[in-house]
């Protein structure tokens, strides 16, 4: 595990000591100052991103994760979950097609749920072929709250679906957003499903779709 952490770090520094090499290599014009500036920035953000999921996988392990229960609308969390990826699925021309049954009241965790959505649309994101579509889905069924998130494109082989729980682990057909995802997200959505007393399950047709569905109980109020 700390070989693996090792490992997904020194991508990240390494890239920020070449950006700030190359910038101070010779003189340059302020906007390319501007630019490694803004460069070194989104590598911090991945870092802080990794090294927050890492703590609250820590704290899992240790059974320091302490559920607070509120009722919160599913469907509208989710869309605030959007808002930051919004850019992101513009720049590369994602459609994303939004059937969510609203409201979508569960009995659960508010920053947690955020966690999880925030880690599975932004997922789905970085993953997604360039010009393709995501899918975002609430059912309500049998007393329970089922929140699904598609996206075209799938790398992952149907024998390995199992295995994008796991910490660290990437397939290699995948590993075209290396840099930006390091394999933590979807083991700490799990994590924190479970904690909340729900379910989470993966699927994949390769070179169609992937997706992730959560499954939870609906509020009784």
Same mark, same amino acid.
């Given at each position: ?5 090792? +490992? ?10 070449? /950006?700030?090499? /190359? #910038? ?31 703590? +609250?996988? #820590?704290? #899992? ?97 149907e024998q390995d679906v199992a295995r994008v729980f796991d910490r660290f682990w990437r397939g290699d057909a995948s590993r075209r957003c290396s840099g930006q995802h390091c394999g933590l997200g979807l083991s700490l959505c799990k994590v924190l499903v479970e ?18 569905? /959560? ?7």
């Open positions: 595990f700390t070989a693996d952490v090792a +490992h997904e770090l020194r991508t990240p520094l390494a890239g920020a000591r070449s /950006v700030l090499e /190359v #910038a101070l290599s010779r003189d340059r014009e302020p906007e390319a100052y501007r630019q490694a500036m803004q460069d070194c920035l989104g590598i911090n953000e991945q870092m802080h991103r990794m090294v927050e999921n890492l703590l +609250h996988l #820590a704290r #899992a392990d240790a059974n320091q994760l302490e559920v607070v229960s509120e009722s919160v609308d599913l469907a509208a969390l989710a869309r605030e979950c959007w808002e930051p990826l919004a850019g992101d699925a513009q720049q590369r021309q994602l459609q994303v097609v939004w059937r969510l049954k609203e409201p979508c009241i569960v009995e659960s965790d508010r920053c947690k749920l955020r966690l999880i959505l925030q880690n599975i649309l932004g997922n789905a994101v970085a993953y997604a072929d360039d010009g393709g579509q995501i899918w975002v889905d609430t059912i309500l069924a049998d007393g329970c709250v089922e929140f699904a998130v598609t996206n075209s494109g799938s790398a992952v082989a904690l909340l007393g729900g379910s989470i399950e993966a699927f994949s047709s390769p070179g169609e779709t992937f997706r992730v569905t /959560v499954r939870l109980l609906a509020s009784r109020g």
